[in-house]
């Protein structure tokens, strides 16, 4: 006999309208929380990609992320391992999530010299450290969206984040392949399978852009 199908999952992303209200009040909290949500959603990275981001990792200029490792919690501790699908991959990002990233470096760069220490490549971006030396526990921050989440009476989980990135590029009519990529999904076909709703969506929609622009019949 052949085992039950699995389940397709079906993902629940915040609405735009209450994203604006977390990042809000993200950034209402801290500048470094309001960015590691803020990345977080626009890149459509995994907490703990974004978590093991370190400024060697972000080019500013190119506005470029390079993911190529992910913090995870054992009983031994935290690690560094690589990315869940053992590949780096490269995500590019707008103009102001780059000035954002900007003022971040800056304000690293400023507490790290009221230490008498300077910003390198490996200072982590995110840090309960004084002196940024270990990246947040994966944990914590879950925790902390959580907080967030029920604060603000939004039923959302921090993985949502994720999907709330994937779902809003179909939706605007990102084509799979690239929103795949952007993910860490390799071929496309998990994103297929997460987010086949969306995806059906926006091929509706492109059938209808390309039927406008027929010629009409006489």
């Known amino acids: 006999m052949k085992p039950p199908a699995k389940k397709r999952p079906q993902p629940r992303p915040p609405t735009p309208e209450q994203m604006a ?53 054992t009983v031994d501790g935290m690690v560094l391992k690589d990315t869940k699908t053992h590949q780096m991959r490269r995500v590019a990002f707008d103009e102001p999530t780059a000035q954002l990233l900007r003022k971040h470096r800056e304000d690293c760069g ?10 390198a490549d490996e200072t982590w971006l995110f840090s309960a450290r004084p002196d940024l030396s270990k990246p947040r526990d994966p944990s914590s921050v879950t925790r902390r969206y959580s907080r967030l989440a029920t604060k603000l009476g939004i039923d959302t989980k921090l993985k949502e984040l994720r999907h709330y990135s994937a779902t809003e590029l179909l939706t605007a009519g990102v084509d799979l392949r690239t929103v795949a990529g952007r993910l860490g999904h390799g071929d496309g076909t998990t994103s297929l399978r997460h987010y086949a709703a969306w995806v059906g969506s926006a091929d509706e929609a492109a059938a209808a852009t390309i039927g406008s622009r027929m010629p009409l019949l006489q």
């Open 110 to 119: 400023a507490r790290l010299v009221m230490l008498g220490l300077t910003l």
């Open 21 to 73: 209200r977390i990042v809000e009040e993200a950034w209402l909290a801290s500048n470094e929380w309001g960015l590691y949500i803020w990345l977080s959603a626009v890149t459509g990275a995994r907490r703990g990609e974004v978590i093991a981001l370190q400024w060697g990792d972000v080019d500013l200029e190119n506005r470029v992320l390079w993911l190529d490792e992910n913090c995870v919690r």
